[in-house]
């Protein structure tokens, strides 16, 4: 279905809804039609706790209410509903890379900061988790380093989940779906008095996949997965408040669909390779947050550790040759010290200032079975990262004249990396050792300001920002040739200016234009042989482009919201070799336009003993142009897919009838070349279920 058709379709079915909608309520009864809330939400990512329309900066604030009329159970269901956010759904939960404004990262360390109920999360293999029990999820996009440091150039992913202190209850939510789709989420919210509350939820799925293997017949990409997590929160007095959120989440699940792409049909073949990939992970993380709040002062002390296992096994020339197979597993430990203080009135004046430390060890190995020649290499990495940081940033408002602030920050981020490599190969029943080496240690300081002026008058808030940002350089994990073992940081220049304002017919919008200039831009490349992957550093590049949100409430009943993102991101120098020039080129990955359209329908039932109220939701959502390499001889033209949802609803009862991408759209979620070989994955297929939900 083409994206104007999929438009129409939305708009038909939202006029439709309102116009029936006048049997059971007053629908266009302006007194009583709610106000959009939008701005007045708090950002807590803000450090700060800034409102949304106060803030100097691109945010979006995703909701627990668009979060379930969306269907929304992972990041990459959130893709286009934050202007230029795109989080690619291919491969398996190990491959999920977040790209912001043009930037980010397909291998190693993410260019977006990820934080979960204030746990950092470093790896890109832990981004991507099973959604339950979300409170709000809120995208920062622009550099954020001056507050939070390494990896944030692209911007931040803050995620928060539910607190016993703000709701209180037991839920169960059941759902069942095509393609085996199964899931269980149960869980107890209660406090115990004034001082002690606590939580325990527990997240079950299964899914039988949606890819066959014609070469065995079974699906590719089954999966199952569960999660736990647990909070304590304790107020011993007045003025303090401790906290502790523990996460456990296990998943195994077969992946990589992948296909051998036609040249002659410019289609893919049908998914066709002997040997069974997989991916397993264990995930954990624990935080201890503890807050105190004065009259004059606010602290707040952030504990955290996380712990990741996980075991990729995969078929890597994807054809019923038996030619590589790799093994690839990982053991993480991370710990994390943050300490933030800030002034608690509300003065003209007012500031923060934190310090932060962090230690990553990683335990890595890679074996590689070459069959040909009937080899096995052992590649293994005993890595560690560990790095500090001091931090200040200074608000003045009512500078000069009133509504004029002013906001100035600065981060001095220090930073030390160690890679202790061995490599064996085995080779008729012999073990030879080709490297055994500590390499000299990687170091960096950086210095990371960001300076930002905004003017408030009546509804509006008119703002700009300027910011650097930084991503780590560090060792590649696959390397063939000296040269290709480490990379350099990359680093940018953020240029912004955003308008946010309420316009007539209550209606909220969020606009902002951007200019990214970067250095030292980490690019993905296969290796010289083909057999793996590693970054290298490009020269310079270049990302400009516009966002605009709006969310308005125009008819009782009816609420409605509108993400729209531009990024035109382009290479000005990236010169490979003699031969090979990509100077000029799009940036791959990087979708041109993301656009959601999302609306909700809500017809209540006056004296009725069945029903209180019905919610018909829907979602549009279009995404592209993305060119896949570097060459830009392989792309995607934007496509569009469609989200539907009816909910009837009877006191704490719910029933959910919904569909994804009900219009069968049809799509490359992935595409790469290796081993002189195209490949692609597809999109997932359009599915459809029903879920059940009970509030005790």
């Known amino acids: 279905m083409s994206p104007k058709r999929a438009f129409i379709i939305i708009v038909v079915f939202m006029i439709s809804a309102g116009l029936h909608s006048q049997d059971f309520i007053v629908a266009f009864d302006t007194t009583s039609i709610p106000e959009v809330a939008v701005a007045e939400v708090y950002v807590s990512a803000s450090r700060e706790r800034l409102k949304l329309r106060e803030m100097p900066a691109s945010v979006s604030v995703i909701s627990s209410a668009l979060i379930s009329s969306g269907e929304i159970r992972s990041l990459s269901d959130i893709t286009a509903s934050a202007p230029n956010f795109f989080m690619p759904d291919y491969g398996s939960k190990l491959t999920a890379p977040v790209y912001i404004r043009g930037i980010g990262s397909r291998i190693d360390a993410p260019s977006t900061g990820l934080y979960v109920d204030n746990v950092p999360y470093f790896e890109k293999a832990s981004f991507n988790t099973d959604f339950f029990d979300i409170q709000h999820i809120e995208v920062l996009r622009g550099p954020q380093g001056t507050l939070y440091g390494r990896n944030t150039m692209a911007g931040i992913i803050n995620i928060v989940t539910l607190s016993p202190l703000d709701f209180q209850g037991t839920t169960l939510n059941l759902s069942a779906g095509t393609y085996g789709t199964y899931s269980l989420n149960a869980g107890h919210y209660a406090k115990r008095n004034d001082k002690f509350g606590y939580s325990l939820s527990v997240n079950l799925l299964h899914n039988n996949g949606f890819f066959k293997n014609?070469?065995?017949?079974?699906?590719?990409?089954?999966?199952?997965?569960?999660?736990?997590?647990?909070?304590?929160?304790?107020?011993?007095?007045?003025?303090?408040?401790?906290?502790?959120?523990?996460?456990?989440?296990?998943?195994?699940?077969?992946?990589?669909?992948?296909?051998?792409?036609?040249?002659?049909?410019?289609?893919?073949?049908?998914?066709?390779?002997?040997?069974?990939?997989?991916?397993?992970?264990?995930l954990i993380s624990d935080a201890l947050v503890a807050k105190y709040k004065g009259l004059n002062m606010e602290v707040t002390s952030t504990t955290s550790y996380q712990y990741l296992r996980d075991n990729q096994q995969i078929d890597q020339d994807f054809t019923p040759a038996s030619l590589y197979f790799v093994k690839q597993r990982q053991n993480q430990n991370m710990v994390s010290q943050e300490v933030i203080a800030k002034s608690a009135l509300q003065n003209k004046y007012r500031w923060l200032a934190g310090a932060y430390g962090f230690m990553q060890k990683f335990e890595k190995s890679v074996d590689v079975d070459t069959y040909a020649n009937s080899t096995t290499s052992f590649k293994n990495y005993d890595h560690v990262i560990a790095g500090?940081?001091?931090?200040?940033?200074?608000?003045?408002?009512?500078?000069?004249?009133?509504?004029?602030?002013?906001?100035?920050?600065?981060?001095?981020?220090?930073?030390?990396?160690?890679?202790?490599?061995?490599?064996?190969?085995?080779?008729?029943?012999?073990?030879?050792?080709?490297?055994?080496?500590?390499?000299?240690?990687?170091?960096?300081?950086?210095?990371?300001?960001?300076?930002?002026?905004?003017?408030?008058?009546?509804?509006?808030?008119?703002?700009?920002?300027?910011?650097?940002?930084?991503?780590?350089?560090?060792?590649?994990?696959?390397?063939?040739?000296?040269?290709?073992?480490?990379?350099?940081?990359?680093?940018?220049?953020?240029?912004?200016?955003?308008?946010?304002?309420?316009?007539?017919?209550?209606?909220?919008?969020?606009?902002?234009?951007?200019?990214?200039?970067?250095?030292?831009?980490?690019?993905?490349?296969?290796?010289?042989?083909?057999?793996?992957?590693?970054?290298?550093?490009?020269?310079?590049?270049?990302?400009?482009?516009?966002?605009?949100?709006?969310?308005?409430?125009?008819?009782?009943?009816?609420?409605?919201?509108?993400?729209?993102?531009?990024?035109?991101?382009?290479?000005?120098?990236?010169?490979?070799?003699?031969?090979?020039?990509?100077?000029?080129?799009?940036?791959?990955?990087?979708?041109?336009?993301?656009?959601?359209?999302?609306?909700?329908?809500?017809?209540?039932?006056?004296?009725?003993?069945?029903?209180?109220?019905?919610?018909?939701?829907?979602?549009?959502?279009?995404?592209?142009?993305?060119?896949?390499?570097?060459?830009?001889?392989?792309?995607?033209?934007?496509?569009?897919?469609?989200?539907?949802?009816?909910?009837?609803?009877?006191?704490?009862?719910?029933?959910?009838?919904?569909?994804?991408n009900i219009t069968g759209s049809k799509y490359e979620s992935f595409y790469f070349t290796a081993l002189n070989r195209k490949y692609v994955q597809m999109n997932k297929p359009a599915r459809m279920g029903v879920n059940l939900s009970i509030k005790f």
């Open 214 to 282: 014609d070469y065995t017949g079974e699906p590719v990409d089954k999966i199952n997965s569960a999660g736990v997590r647990n909070r304590l929160a304790w107020t011993p007095g007045k003025r303090v408040t401790v906290e502790n959120i523990a996460f456990w989440e296990w998943s195994d699940q077969g992946g990589y669909p992948y296909a051998v792409f036609n040249d002659t049909t410019q289609s893919p073949e049908p998914i066709n390779y002997n040997q069974y990939s997989s991916y397993f992970r264990q």
């Open 388 to 660: 500090a940081a001091l931090f200040h940033q200074s608000t003045l408002s009512d500078l000069l004249l009133p509504g004029l602030t002013v906001t100035a920050g600065l981060r001095i981020d220090f930073e030390k990396d160690v890679l202790d490599y061995r490599f064996d190969m085995l080779s008729n029943s012999v073990v030879s050792s080709l490297a055994d080496t500590v390499y000299p240690g990687l170091s960096s300081l950086e210095i990371l300001p960001r300076l930002a002026l905004s003017y408030a008058t009546g509804h509006s808030n008119v703002y700009g920002v300027i910011a650097r940002g930084y991503k780590t350089g560090g060792y590649n994990s696959t390397f063939e040739r000296p040269e290709d073992l480490t990379f350099e940081p990359e680093h940018s220049w953020n240029y912004e200016l955003g308008l946010k304002t309420k316009l007539p017919g209550n209606v909220f919008a969020d606009a902002a234009v951007f200019y990214i200039d970067w250095r030292n831009q980490q690019i993905y490349q296969t290796v010289p042989s083909g057999r793996g992957s590693m970054l290298k550093n490009a020269g310079h590049s270049v990302s400009k482009g516009a966002e605009l949100t709006l969310r308005a409430a125009p008819l009782k009943g009816l609420e409605a919201s509108l993400a729209y993102g531009f990024t035109h991101a382009t290479f000005i120098t990236n010169k490979v070799n003699d031969m090979t020039d990509y100077s000029g080129n799009i940036i791959p990955y990087v979708p041109r336009h993301t656009v959601a359209l999302q609306a909700t329908q809500t017809i209540n039932f006056r004296d009725s003993k069945m029903l209180d109220l019905v919610r018909f939701s829907i979602t549009g959502r279009g995404t592209g142009k993305i060119f896949w390499n570097e060459a830009n001889d392989h792309s995607q033209d934007f496509y569009a897919t469609t989200d539907a949802k009816v909910s009837f609803i009877k006191g704490s009862l719910q029933f959910d009838i919904w569909g994804k």
